[in-house]
């Protein structure tokens, strides 16, 4: 009898898998997922989407790396930040800090779509700082 809960969860949870993969690939992220029987992890590369003066190699980006557990989205991923490039200290904590505040909105829900947009729009805050770009707009004048 406890199997037929089980079997419904699972399918529960692999649907809205599915369905946060598929928006996570309209978001235009590349991303790998690696499945076993226990969780599935995805690899996710976050980088600006934005048009500047930045070169390419010069923005900042990461990969986003969720661990997700067997019945997740009913329990939290565990998320790590690897693979970075020109990544500010202060932005890994800013990072880490709205990721916490997402678990706790986001209880029994899909968490790696807020995750991913919270952090590509902190990238792209950063990207377009002042002192980030490398081009003087004072010697256009």
Known sequence: MDSVPLEKLGSFCKALRDSELRTLALLGCPMKVRKSPHFFQLEVFVCGHIETEVPADARISCKLIFKCPRFYP????????????????????????????????????????PMVTSALHMIEREDQKPNRMTVDESRNL
């Open 74 to 113: 009913r329990d939290a991923p565990d998320v790590h930040i690897r693979s970075k490039n020109n990544f500010p200290d202060h932005l890994v904590s800013a990072i880490f800090t709205e990721f916490e505040r997402i678990r706790h909105l986001y209880r029994g829900s899909q968490h790696i779509i």
